[in-house]
C-alpha cells in the first residue's frame, strides 16, 4: 500500500519561507499524480497544488506565484516550497497520492508575528 510521512512545518514570520516535504515508502511517488491540501482551523479541507507524473504543476490561485510543488525521484520525495506566506497561510498541510487516495499525516504551518 505504502505511506506519505509529511514534514517541514513550523512558525514562520509573514514574508518569511519554509519547505514542505513529502517522503514516499513502499511505491515511487512519480508513479502518480502528487497533490498538497491544506486545513485552516475551522475551514474545510482545500486544494493547494498538484505535480503530475510528466512534470506538469497546477497551483490554487491564492498561492500561484509563492508555492512551487517539486518532486526528487532520488530521494522519492516531493516538496512544496512556500515563500511569502501570508497568516492566512496558516494551516495543517497534507500531501495526498491519487492512486490509491494515500495521504500524509499533516504537517503545521503557522504564519505570525
Given amino acids: 500500500q505504502g505511506r506519505l510521512v509529511d514534514s517541514g512545518g513550523g512558525l514562520v514570520q509573514p514574508g518569511g519561507s519554509l ?7 513502499g511505491f515511487a511517488f512519480s508513479t ?9 482551523p475551522g475551514k ?3 486544494w493547494v497544488a498538484t505535480l503530475i507524473s510528466n512534470g506538469d504543476t497546477y497551483y490554487a490561485d491564492s ?4 508555492f512551487t510543488i517539486s518532486g526528487d525521484n532520488a530521494k522519492n ?3 512544496l516550497q512556500m515563500n511569502s506566506l501570508k497568516p492566512e497561510d496558516t494551516a495543517v ?5 491519487d492512486l490509491g487516495d494515500i495521504w500524509g499525516q499533516g504537517t503545521q504551518v503557522t504564519v505570525s508575528s
Avoid: D, I, N
Fill in 19 to 25: 519547505r514542505l516535504s513529502c517522503a514516499a515508502s
Fill in 32 to 40: 502518480s499524480s502528487l497533490k498538497w491540501f491544506r486545513q485552516a
Fill in 44 to 46: 474545510e479541507r482545500e
Fill in 63 to 66: 498561492v500561484s506565484g509563492r
Fill in 77 to 79: 520525495t516531493a516538496y
Fill in 93 to 97: 498541510y497534507y500531501c495526498r497520492r
